[in-house]
C-alpha cells in the first residue's frame, strides 16, 4: 500500500512539472516565430531598398548622359564652328587663329550645369588645330599629345572614329598610365569631332550614394563589360562583372566570394549595366540585433519561468499529497489549486497575445510601406518587364479590377504658406479626400508638395462632371480653413502597365500651370497645342547673361516682356517647350551667380533660383541676381583692376627686352597659373597677353627710334631675335616700317 501511494505521488507531481514546464515552451516558440518572420521581413525591406536605390543612382546618370547629348548638339550647332569649318574647306588650310579664338571663348562652360564634364575638346580638323573652349586654347596636331594625353588614343585613332561626321558614342580607353572616359560626337559633313572628357571621380561620386557597407561596392559597366568606374571596396574579378554585365533585365541573387555572401542588384539601363553588391552580413545588421534582444529576453524569461514553475510545483506538491491522501475519499481536486493553474495560464497566454499583437502591427506596417514602394514603381515605370511588376503587385496584396483607371495628382506647391503645418496638412487632405472619394481608390506619396490618386474609372465620367467634382473637394478644404491644392487629372488608361504614362501626364500638366502660379483643377486638354516653335535661341541665353551682369534694371524688365510675349503668349509653344525654357533661364541664372559664390546673401539667392517654379518667381531671382552681381561687382573690381594691372604691368616692364619672356615665365615671376593669368590680363586689359606684351615693346622701340637708336640695336633692345621679325611685327602694329617711322 505505501509503495503504491509513493509511486502515484510521483507520477502526479512529475506531470505538475512537465505541464508547467511546457507552459514555458509557449513563450519561446512566440518569441522564435516573431524573430523569423520580422527577419525575413526586414531582409525583404533591406534587399528593396537597396534595389530602389540603384534605380535611383542609375536614373541619375542616364539623365547626366543625356545631358551630354543636349551639350554636344548645342556645340554642333555653333555657328562659330561651322564658319571655322566651313572656311577651312574653302581654303584647305588653317584658318585665323583670332576667329577660333573667339569661336572657343563663346561657347559657355557647362561644367556647372553637368559634373561629370572635365573638359571639352573641339578637333577642328580642316582647320588643323584642337581647340579647348572656353579658354580658347589652341592646340596642333603636334603640340596635342603633350596638352591633352588621352590614355589609349592618339589624335590619329579619334579621327579614324568620326570619320563620315555622324558618329556619337562613349568611348572608353586605357592603358599602363591610366583611363578616359570620352563622349565622342562627329559634327555632320566634315572630320571635325567633339569630344566630352568625362570626370571619371566625379561619375564615382555618383555611385558613392549607394549605401554598400564596408565590403560593398557599386559598379558602372559598358555593353562590353568594361569597368568604367565604381565606388567602394572592388573585390571582384573582371570575369565576374563582364558576366554581370550580359544580364539583359535587372536581377537579384546571391554570389559567394572569397568565402563571404554578397546580395548581388543588376539593373541595365542606356546601354550601360548598373551592379550593386552588398555583403549579407552588412544587410542583416539590423536583423542581429533584434536578434541579440530576443535571445536575451527569451533567456531572461526562461530563467524567471524556471523559478516559478520551481516554486509553484513546490506548492503544488502538498495539494498533491493532500489530493492523494483524500483521493479515495473525494475523488477530486482542490479547487484553489485550480484557480492558481488558471492564473499562470492566463498570465502567459496574455503575455503572447500581446506578442502576437506586436508582431502584427508591425507586419501590417511593413505591408503599408511595400504597396507604397510598388505604387511608386508603377507610377514611375521601373519595372522592366510586365512579369516582375504582376508579382510584385501581387506580393503588396494590390488589386486592379476596373477596366480603366485614372491618375489624379494632388499638388499643394503654395505649402511655404503653411508655416511648418505641412505634415498636419497632408494629414488632413488625406482624411478629407477618404471621406469624399468613393471606396476603391488607392493613394501614395510621390514628394513633399504632393501624393497621387489612383481612381477607379467608374468613380467619375467625363471631365465637366470630373472638373466639377474636384472643384467641389476645393470649396470644401477652403472651408475647413486650409489652402485649395491643385488637382491634375490624366486621361483614362487600361490597368497598371499604363499608369506610369499618366502619371507623366498629370507631371506635365502640374509643371506647366506652376510656371504660371495656377491653381486649380487641369485636364491634358487645358495644356496649349504648341503651334509656335520657341523663340530662344543661344544667343538669347548669352543676351540674358550679359544683362545680368552689367546692365540697368530696366533691360532686364524689358529682356523679360519680350521673352514673355514672345513663348508665353497664346497661341505659342507646347507646354514641355515652355518647361524646357523655365529650366534654361534657370541655367543662365545660377551659372551669373557662380561668379561671385561663396558670400551668404549669393548663396541664399541660388537656393530660391533652384525652388522657383513659376516664371513670377524666376524674374525675382533675375531680379536679385543682377543686384547681387552688381553689389559683388561694385566692392571688388576696382581694387582687382588696379591691383592686376600694376602686377602685370610691372613684370612685362621688368623682361620685354628678354625675347624667351612667354605667359610661362609670368606664370613664375607672379605664382599665377597660366589659366588665370589668360583671364586677368583679358579682364584687365582687354588683350592677350601677346598683344599686351607686343603693344608695350613697340611703344619703347618708338622711344629709341625717336633717340636715333639703330634699328637693328632696337630689335635686340626690345625683345626680338632679329631685325627682321621686328620690321615685321612693327609694320603690323603700327602700319609702317621702322624706317618711314624714323623719316616722319
Known sequence: MFERFRRMLGGISLKILLSYLSILLIPLLAVILIYSVSSNALLNYQKEQTQFNLQKTAATIRLRFEELDNITSYINSNPGVNSIINTSKTTRGRRDISLIWNTLTSIPTYRLTN???????????????????????????????????????????????????????????????????????????????????????????????????????????????????????????????????????????????DGKTYLSQVYPLGGLTYVSLVQKEHLLQNISAIRYILVTLCALAFLVGIMVVMVLWNRRKKVVQQVTSTAQRMGILDEGALKSEGLLVQTTVSTLAQEVGSLRDTLDRQQMVLKESVLRNLLQGTFSAYSDMESEVKRAGLQFLAPFYRVVAVLFSHAGMLDGRLLEYRLFLKRFLAQSLQPGYLACDMDNTSFVLILPEETLTNTAERKAAFQKLSQGIARAGWPAPSFAISEAGGGMSDLWEMYEQTQLIGQYFSCFDLHGTYHPGDLPEGKEPLAFPMDRELQLANILQARPREELEAFWRQMTDENLKQPGPGAEQ????????????????????GEELVDSLAQEIKKARSFAELKACALGCQEALSQAACRGNAQRHEQTRALIQQAIEQNYQDANFTITSLSALTGYSENTLYRMIRNSFGLSFASLLEQYRMEQAMHKLRANVLIRDVASQVGYTSDHSFRRAFKRVMKVTPSQFVEE
Not at 149 to 167: C, I, M, R, T, V
Open 578 to 597: 515652355v518647361l524646357a525654357l523655365r529650366e534654361r533661364v534657370r541655367a543662365v541664372l545660377l551659372h551669373a551667380l557662380g561668379a561671385c559664390a
Open 115 to 257: 559634373q561629370l564634364i572635365s573638359q571639352v575638346y573641339l578637333f577642328l580638323v580642316e582647320a588643323g588645330y584642337v581647340g579647348i573652349p572656353p579658354h580658347g586654347f589652341v592646340l596642333t596636331e603636334q603640340t596635342y599629345a603633350a596638352n591633352v594625353n588621352f590614355h589609349g588614343k592618339s589624335y590619329q585613332d579619334l579621327l579614324a572614329l568620326a570619320e563620315g561626321g555622324a558618329y556619337n558614342a562613349l568611348v572608353y580607353t586605357r592603358d599602363e598610365r591610366g583611363q578616359d572616359l570620352l563622349k565622342l560626337r562627329g559634327i555632320p559633313g566634315s572630320s571635325s569631332l567633339i569630344v566630352l572628357r568625362i570626370d571619371i571621380p566625379a561619375l564615382e561620386s555618383l555611385l558613392s550614394t549607394n549605401d554598400t557597407g564596408p565590403n560593398g561596392a557599386t559598379y558602372l559597366l559598358n555593353r562590353d563589360g568594361q569597368l568604367l568606374a565604381f565606388a567602394g571596396n572592388s573585390s571582384f574579378s573582371a570575369g565576374q562583372l563582364q558576366e554581370m554585365a550580359r544580364e539583359n533585365a535587372p536581377s537579384q541573387r546571391e554570389l559567394v566570394n
